[in-house]
């Protein structure tokens, strides 16, 4: 069982648009990351945010926690076929247990 | 290499076969973790080593799996009598810190992926 329900589950765009991904849960997290993952591979770390209401910008991405540090969000501006993969967020209650989300498929067409 | 590494990458076995996975993790990495990933799923959390010690095993869906970190570098996920339900990606995370920040980065590996006929 996944306390982090993710949606959509599947997103396919046209290059250039704009696209958002959401992680809700009925739990609160004391920090939540999100993390991508390309086939065959493992999920690679994106952004970590630890503040309710914190917002970080990492380049066309845009993470936001909710104040009540029960979900977030992943705005991609500008999508491109290199942010093609799986998305995952991932909260953590205690020091180290992550409980991850199952994940929104990401397809940029060229 | 400067990641973590798993092997082997496939595994197929037949039902009630025991199979061994391994993981190297980035040298000097205190905390190790063990997730299996469904098809179509996020990961699971299985077990948690800081070093040596396995600190937490909750994750283990039964008393067939086993974790092993005895020297606190390199780990053995051993699954015993393996059943179909078993099949799944098996990911192996390691951080540099003991988790207690709770915000220190695991670096994940590339997976096995064991399939049970």
């Known amino acids: 069982t996944q306390l982090l329900e993710q949606s959509p589950q599947f997103l396919s765009i046209q290059e250039g648009e704009n696209l958002t991904v959401y992680c809700n849960s009925s739990?609160?997290?004391?920090?939540l990351q999100w993390y991508r993952q390309e086939p065959g591979e493992g999920p690679v770390l994106l952004v970590t945010?630890?503040?309710?209401?914190e917002v970080k910008k990492l380049k066309r991405l845009t993470f936001q926690f909710g104040d009540a540090r029960k979900d977030s969000s992943l705005h991609i501006t500008a999508a491109q076929p290199g942010d093609t993969g799986l998305y995952l967020c991932?909260?953590?209650?205690?020091?180290?247990?992550?409980?991850f989300g199952a994940g929104t498929t990401v397809t940029v067409r060229a | 290499g400067a990641g973590v590494s798993q092997s082997p990458r496939y595994k197929v076995a037949k039902r009630g076969q025991d199979v061994a996975l391994r993981c190297d993790p980035i040298?000097?990495?205190?905390?190790l973790f063990w997730y299996q990933q469904a098809l179509g799923q996020g990961p699971e959390f299985l077990t948690y080593?800081?070093?040596?010690?396995?600190?937490?095993k909750s994750g283990l869906p039964s008393d067939r799996f086993f974790a092993e970190r005895p020297e606190g570098s390199v780990s053995t996920l051993k699954i015993q009598r393996t059943q179909q339900e078993d099949s799944a990606v098996y990911l192996c995370?390691?951080?540099?810190?003991?988790?207690?920040?709770?915000?220190?980065?695991?670096?994940f590996g590339p997976g096995t992926r064991l399939t049970v006929l």
């Open positions: 995370a390691s951080s540099l810190g003991p988790g207690t920040s709770g915000t220190d980065t695991q670096y």
């Open positions: 991932a909260g953590s209650t205690n020091d180290y247990k992550l409980s």
């Open positions: 040298s000097g990495h205190v905390s």
């Open positions: 080593f800081q070093n040596e010690a396995q600190l937490d």
């Open positions: 945010v630890v503040t309710g209401g």
């Open positions: 739990s609160v997290f004391s920090s």
